[in-house]
């Protein structure tokens, strides 16, 4: 099976190359925790290798975006691709906002090869009820399965939650879980795979997840 590389150092390992191809990956954690980097850093590491790339935001802006980029070494060379190969999508929510609407946006970009949507809690804001946002998100991952390559949807937790509780986890190919985790009196950012369809890999090992000025990385680290 094809495999589509992170682009974050050591992950690739911890994942037997990367996440498979037409598959959605879930990227979830508590807030700080770097789940909006590790979107950025994997459409940025599309885009270097000419792959087209989308990153839809529903809450910081491109502007945004683009300042916590300049603060990542690796990430800093992001301008030379926006409006290239490199769309960054900014939409903001309003009462006119449904889950159709952003089948419409991602059918304006034909051929992604990449897509990132932060965040998909904004989309249960909008929808009718519970059984209404869980068969529109189907609907939805069902059409980006058939058009792009690899989607990561990002979703905001709380405490040892892997998703809102909606049913995500259920429905997306892989769940990749970030989190903070006390070690000798020092938090450290973790990474745990929860979940990986067509993929052998150790589940629910937190491995160490650094984000420096240099750039993002795994490292061999798994804190027990």
Do not use: Q, W
């Not at 789940?35 to 990153?55: D, H, M, P, Q, V």
């Not at 991952?141 to 709380?158: D, G, M, P, Q, S």
């Not at 040892?160 to 070690?183: H, M, P, R, Y």
């Amino acid at each position: 099976m094809d495999r589509v590389g992170t682009g974050i150092s050591g992950l690739d390992r911890v994942l037997g190359g990367g996440f498979p191809s037409e598959t959605i990956i879930l990227v979830s954690g508590g807030a700080g925790t770097g789940k909006t980097l590790f979107g950025l850093n994997f459409i940025i590491s599309g885009a270097l290798k000419g792959e087209k790339c989308c990153y839809v935001s529903l809450g910081e802006n491109k502007d945004e975006l683009l300042r916590a980029c300049d603060g990542i070494k690796t990430l800093k060379d992001v301008r030379g691709y926006i409006d290239k190969n490199l769309a960054i999508e900014h939409v903001i929510m309003g009462d006119n906002i449904d889950l159709d609407y952003f089948t419409n946006i991602f059918a304006s970009y034909p051929g992604v090869d990449r897509l990132v949507i932060d965040n998909v809690n904004r989309l249960l804001i909008y929808a009718e009820n519970k059984r209404d946002y869980r068969m529109r998100l189907s609907e939805l991952i069902r059409y980006l399965k058939e058009r792009v390559n690899c989607t990561l949807l990002l979703c905001e937790t709380n405490g040892k939650e892997i998703d809102t509780g909606n049913g995500e986890a259920f429905e997306c190919d892989g769940v990749v879980n970030l989190s903070f985790l006390e070690f000798e009196e020092k938090p450290r950012r973790t990474l745990e795979i929860h979940k990986l369809r067509y993929s052998s890999f150790e589940p629910k090992i937190p491995h160490e997840f650094v984000i420096d000025g240099n750039r993002l990385r795994v490292t061999e680290t798994r804190i027990l």
